[in-house]
């Protein structure tokens, strides 16, 4: 892929389906999806990024939990690359906070989800790991996560009213 990756957006065939399971996390291919998804959502500005985002569909997701534009208050955590993810149980306690996302520029919504999540993946030497997220990082997994079953997050919202384009969230929420 090119040093500049373009972003798959809402509407996209893509971002609608489930995506297909990594045969061997260990392949240079999936390296070089890693590199090029770790360049796209730092380029675009995100704290985490699925491979459906930059067209490719496979079961692969970065979460990149850091302070930027879009999330300053985000906690700083280094990248976890994640090749098939199972989810293993969630957290029993729910938190709604407002998410954005890279396919859907401009556009911002308040999105309950579970405050907690464990998770079993592939890291990209093919062992297999476990991971308990809490907070933030475990919204980014379970946001990401989504996009690998082909899900956006305004069907996660509520309420209609609870969908903002990215000035009106600035004006309201952040009262900028």
């Known amino acids: ?13 893509v971002l609608n389906m489930r995506a ?11 390296k070089q999806l ?9 380029t675009h500005g995100g704290v985490g990024i699925a491979a459906p985002q930059i067209r490719v569909s496979k079961r692969l997701l970065i979460i990149h939990s850091q302070p930027n ?21 969630f957290s029993e306690c729910f938190d709604s906070m407002w998410e954005g996302c890279l396919s859907l520029p401009g556009l911002r919504g308040l999105v309950p989800r579970q405050t907690g999540v464990s998770v079993r993946y592939n890291d990209l030497s093919g062992k297999e ?3 308990c997220l809490q907070g933030f990082p475990a919204r980014i997994f379970q946001h990401e996560f989504d996009h690998l079953e082909g899900i956006l ?12 384009s990215e000035s009106e969230y600035k004006r309201r929420v952040l009262g900028s």
């Open 129 to 131: 790991a476990e991971v």
């Open 34 to 42: 890693a590199k090029d998804m770790l360049i796209a959502m730092k």
């Open 69 to 89: 534009e879009r999330y300053p208050q985000a906690p700083d955590m280094d990248p976890l690359i994640m090749v098939n993810p199972e989810i293993i149980s």
């Open 1 to 13: 892929m090119s040093a500049h990756i373009n972003i798959a957006l809402r509407g996209e065939k």
């Open 20 to 30: 297909h399971a990594v045969d061997d996390p260990s392949d240079p291919m999936i």
């Open 153 to 164: 997050f305004p069907l996660r919202v509520t309420e209609c009213s609870d969908i903002y």
